[in-house]
């Protein structure tokens, strides 16, 4: 479904990425967990040409996105949306409205479509009773489940999400691990930035860790739990959580 080949990014005279490497296959979970500064949200967004990559190949259904128009990649990212981590609801717009205006502005939906789109992605995400409060009336769990029913709106072919869980508590965030999990099983490819463990654990099939630049490990939950101690990119990962939390 995704496929970065070689992909170099520098953000000022910063080397971020140096050549990452990584497959996401379709209709699955894959995570990309790394170290606080490791990149992970830059490699996301190159996925969808939300940064442009300095080298490499970016592969998306088929598809080099490498030198594309922004038209295109507007085309591209109706398919393939990006749920930002902070949300980003408008204050004084309903719940559908927020879910509604981004379909008819962003992507040229008639009115009464995006209203349709909008309805049905609400209630897939449980919020169906709440679509017509503004986000300040709301926690955070639930704004993020907006967030997430905007993209799903669009009926896409996978969704890249940064950072989904960060900034819930508990509950909150394992309502959003149930979507995540609920729209892969549906057949909705899921890539997802995080440093969530549970997350990791509850919902993952594929793990990579991006370390110093490239993907330094790639497979299984289980294969990746494994290894804690033994692969150095892996442990050097746990050692910053548990500091972190220590």
Not at 19 to 25: N, Q
Not at 68 to 91: F, H, I, M, N
Not at 106 to 117: D, K, S, T, V
Request: net charge negative; aromatic share 4%.
């Amino acid at each position: 479904m995704i496929r970065l080949a070689g992909v170099h990014k520098s953000l000022g005279n910063r080397q971020v990425l140096e050549g990452v490497d990584l497959e996401v296959p379709a209709r699955g979970v894959t995570f990309v967990i790394g170290r606080s500064g490791a990149g992970k949200s830059v490699l996301s967004r190159c996925c969808v040409g939300l940064m442009r990559v300095d080298s490499g190949e970016v592969w998306v259904d088929g598809a080099r996105i490498h030198g594309w128009p922004e038209r295109k990649l507007t085309e591209l990212r109706r398919e393939v949306p990006y749920v930002v981590q902070g949300s980003a609801l408008l204050d004084w717009l309903t719940l559908a409205q927020n879910v509604e205006v981004p379909l008819v502005r962003g992507f040229g939906f008639q009115l009464a479509e995006a209203e349709e789109r909008a309805r049905d992605a609400l209630v897939r995400v449980d919020l169906g009773e709440l679509s017509e409060k503004c986000p300040p009336e709301v926690g955070p769990g639930v704004r993020k489940q907006v967030a997430i029913a905007r993209a799903l709106a669009l009926r896409p072919k996978a969704v890249l999400y940064d950072e989904p869980t960060t900034g819930l508590d508990a509950e909150a965030a394992r309502r959003v691990d149930r979507l995540i999990r609920e729209a892969a099983d549906a057949g909705t490819t899921a890539l997802v930035v995080s440093h969530d463990l549970t997350s990791l654990k509850d919902v993952a099939e594929r793990v990579a860790v991006l370390d110093e630049g490239v993907i330094a490990f790639h497979g299984t939950v289980p294969e990746f739990l494994e290894r804690r101690e033994e692969h150095p990119a892996i442990r050097r990962f746990f050692h910053q959580e548990e500091a972190a939390e220590g």
